[in-house]
Structure formats: C-alpha cells, structure tokens
C-alpha cells in the first residue's frame, strides 16, 4: 500500500495539532448552541471521530452518504443521496463536516438539500480544500487545509474504495489512476 504513495503532504501529527484547534473554535461559537454533526460518509469518518473528542459541548452526531465520483478522480456534478439522516433537523446548528472540498458541487447540492428542511443554521467544517477546482461558490467556516489540485488519499479518502486506512494525508502515484 504504502508504494503506492508519491508523498505524504500531511503528516498524523499535523493533522492532530490542527483538528484540535478546530474544535477548540466550534466549542467556543456553539457554547449555548443545538449542535448536530452532520458527517458526510464516508470520507469525513476519522476526520468526524477525532474532531468530536476535541468539541467539549453536548452535541449529536448523524451521518449522510452521498455519492458524486464513482471510481473517477472528478466530480461528476450529479449527486445522489445514499442515506439520509434519521432526525428531523428543524431548529437544530448543523455543522456538515466534510473530508474534501474540490469543485464544490457536491456540498452545494447538500446545503441546499438540508437548508429546506429549516435547520436554525448551516455551516461547513472541512479537512482538506482544493481552492483551484472550484466551480461554484462555497462558504467554509472552518478549514484544516488548504492543498494543491492533486489526487489525494489517506485519512478516510479514497481512491476506488482504498487507501482509507491510511493514518495520513498523500499523495497517490499518478500511475495508479491516470
Ligand atoms: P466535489 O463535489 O468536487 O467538491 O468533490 C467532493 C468529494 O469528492 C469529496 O467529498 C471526496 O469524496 C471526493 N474527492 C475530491 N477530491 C478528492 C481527492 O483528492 N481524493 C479523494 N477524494 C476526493
Ligand atoms: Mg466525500
């Protein structure tokens, strides 16, 4: 597995040093708050499972899958929900927190999706952000990394279901999926 790796861009102690930050942030702007995580399976699953540890307030944690890529390295644009969450959300803070953010198309449809069923606010936390592939507007509250516009895995991403175990953040060997 690890051959298949051209680099690692962020190391386990980075990304801990950084997720700890971010959750010392949430637990101060949602003091007081209803806060519902929202994670967006399956990519934000160690992103999600070590940010909460880090939120020191009563929160709820639910979980939605959508799919938008197939085995490709793009977005496709169309995004299907594979589940939903199982509460009613009316009311309630949601913090969608995301593994990646890369053309934006995939969240865009989420927020809209989840704004008409009248939650009190939407917010995005994501992990990792490729500002070049963007194509339409996203506003994030709370970001770990900015990266470059290339392929990768580790930390919960994928490529073709694999390489999610992966304890870091890198780079995959572009032979693998060109
Ligand atoms: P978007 O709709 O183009 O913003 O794509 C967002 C989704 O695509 C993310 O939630 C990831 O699942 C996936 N994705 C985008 N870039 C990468 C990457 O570099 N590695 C793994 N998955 C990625
Ligand atoms: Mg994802």
Known sequence: MENDIKEVLIDEETLQSKIKEIGTQITKDYEGKDLLIVCVLKGAVMFV?????QVKLPLEIDFMAVSSYGSSTKSSGVV???KDLDKDIKGKDLLI?????????TLAYLIDYLKSREPNSVEICTLLDKKDGRKTD?????LGFSIPDE??????LDYAEKYRNIPYISILK?????
């Open 174 to 178: 572009e032979e693998i999926y060109k």
């Open 138 to 142: 996203i506003e994030v509250k709370y």
């Open 151 to 156: 392929f990768v895995i580790g930390y919960g």
């Open 49 to 53: 499972s070590d940010l909460i540890k």
């Open 80 to 82: 299907r929900i594979l």
């Open 97 to 105: 927190v995301e593994d990646i953010i890369d053309s934006g198309l």
